[in-house]
């Protein structure tokens, strides 16, 4: 059972990207799902979750720019994230917390 990110790149600051993530078992649509961060040197940090009632949360840091959505169907996890900052330049990673199963992360590069 495998969880594979894909949509990271580099963008300019202001801009948007997409990053998507697909589970490859069963229990998706049963799991809360997350998209977490690690900046370089810094340690890894929540971005946004999505509930199984698709009930978000999210970082104040990225409330407003960032929106987690979820596809029950095709068992994946959208991350639509706009006007990107060089702050959010890192390595995200797709999660389902409750079974600790992770992705392989994608880069997001954030040029000012």
């Known amino acids: 059972v495998q969880l594979q990110a894909c949509g990271g790149g580099l963008v300019q600051a202001g801009g948007s990207l997409r990053l998507s993530c697909v589970h490859s078992?069963?229990?998706?649509?049963?799991?809360?799902v997350a998209w977490y961060r690690q900046a370089p040197g810094k340690q890894r940090e929540l971005v946004a979750d999505i509930a199984m009632t698709k009930h978000t949360n999210y970082a104040d840091s990225v409330k407003g720019r960032f929106t987690i959505s979820r596809d029950n169907v095709k068992k994946t996890v959208y991350l639509q994230m706009n006007n990107l900052k060089p702050e959010d330049t890192a390595v995200y990673y797709c999660t389902l917390p409750y079974d600790n199963l992770w992705g392989q992360g994608t880069l997001v590069t954030v040029s000012s």
């Open positions: 078992g069963t229990i998706f649509s049963i799991r809360t």
